[in-house]
């Protein structure tokens, strides 16, 4: 079978790969058309890739611009004109940006014997930060481009249950399962080394205007009280000076550690710490997050106030202590007050949750049980 995958964004590339050897591994003929302007980076993409197919798109440097939009419109209608030569039997396309879904919807109507899996990796404008605007045209407008075509699929698969929640009225009699963000396994080894007598929390990721500092400098000004407590940062980004400033503002020690790519470093600063923090502003549109899933991988029970598919899978595993539906006071005397035998406990569970969820091997268990059927 001849599959063609649309994608637009590098930051989606992780799943991309999977999807990619999923299919090849079956025996499938697999491309993946994607735009050659690299999101986060806001440069050109220069390199190849085996069985990729990159589309020369117009460069945009904000992120709320009428340049991006434009630039993400443009690169859907090329992307399309290559999908009508390669005349897949199946098309999975990643949703957002809004236009893929509308122009998909055009060559469904044209070619009815094509397979349409819309794979939503996020919501726009729901996700973005931009308060009560998001109501208002033209941002309705750039949502409908999403929603009255979703109808057109033979499968919509979402990235978490929240989704599916928040576009219920929508997906009403369509196909829709959800597929999580996955990992490949790690070569690592893990020993973890507590000291009872201080808190050490990491935070993991990109530090941005969706973090909410106020929250964390709240939580470690309240467990720090109580005992010492060390934030491990690993990560960067434009908010980094706020939140070490806020952090440090508490009497709490932060150690920046900058930007780690080798997955045994991570792990022996992963290893010194009782949870790691997945906190986001209340605002944020959000059921799963990447950090939360290399937290999960490298077995870190974590302190959590993403809703719905998160906070549900804390609960259900035991793997942290939800922040959202208690007060800031009780959350940190449960983590001074965490003991070893319960973080080991944790930390199987957390380690145990992955493999069932988010390994490659659940990735395509998953992925045969919703397209195969």
């Not at 735009?35 to 980076?41: D, I, P, W």
């Not at 109501?135 to 409908?144: G, N, R």
Request: proline share 3%; with cysteine.
């Amino acid at each position: 079978m001849k599959v063609v995958i649309v994608n637009c964004f590098d930051t989606y590339e992780d799943r991309i790969d999977l999807l990619h050897d999923f299919f090849i591994n079956k025996g499938h003929d697999a491309t993946i058309i994607q735009s050659n302007f690299r999101h986060f980076k806001k440069v050109k993409r220069t390199e190849s890739k085996q069985d990729f197919m990159f589309v020369e798109s117009k460069p945009y440097f904000k992120n709320m611009s009428v340049a991006r939009m434009t630039s993400h419109y443009t690169y859907a209608k090329k992307a399309f004109q290559l999908v009508e030569d390669l005349q897949p039997e199946l098309l999975y396309v990643m949703v957002p940006p809004n236009s893929l879904a509308k122009f998909a919807a055009e060559y469904k109507r044209k070619h009815s014997n094509v397979k349409l899996i819309f794979d939503l990796i996020d919501l726009w404008p729901e996700t973005m930060p931009i308060g009560k605007i998001k109501a208002i045209p033209p941002f309705t407008f750039w949502k409908l481009m999403r929603d009255k075509n979703l109808k057109y699929a033979d499968l919509v698969i979402t990235e978490c249950n929240l989704y599916q929640s928040i576009l219920k009225n929508i997906l009403k009699g369509i196909k829709t399962e959800t597929v999580y963000l996955a990992k490949r396994e790690v070569n690592v080894e893990s020993h973890p080394v507590f000291n009872k007598d201080e808190i050490h929390l990491c935070y993991l990721g990109s530090i941005n205007n969706v973090i909410d500092i106020p929250k964390i400098k709240r939580l470690a000004k309240s467990i720090h009280k109580i005992k010492p407590v060390t934030l491990h940062i690993i990560g960067d980004g434009e908010r980094r000076d706020i939140l070490i400033d806020e952090v440090k503002s508490t009497g709490a020690s932060v150690e920046f550690h900058g930007k780690i790519y080798d997955v045994q470093k991570k792990q022996d600063i992963f290893d010194k710490c009782q949870f790691g923090l997945n906190i986001m502003k209340d605002n944020v549109c959000v059921g799963l997050t990447m950090k939360s899933i290399d937290y999960f991988q490298a077995g870190l029970p974590i302190l959590n106030n993403i809703q719905f598919d998160t906070y549900q899978i804390v609960v259900k595993y035991n793997i942290g202590i939800n922040v959202a539906h208690e007060t800031i006071e009780d959350v940190a005397y449960k983590v001074a007050n965490v003991n070893m035998e319960e973080l080991l406990v944790m930390r199987k569970n957390t380690k145990r949750m992955f493999n069932s969820q988010f390994s490659l091997g659940a990735f395509n268990e998953k992925l045969r049980n919703v397209i195969d059927r």
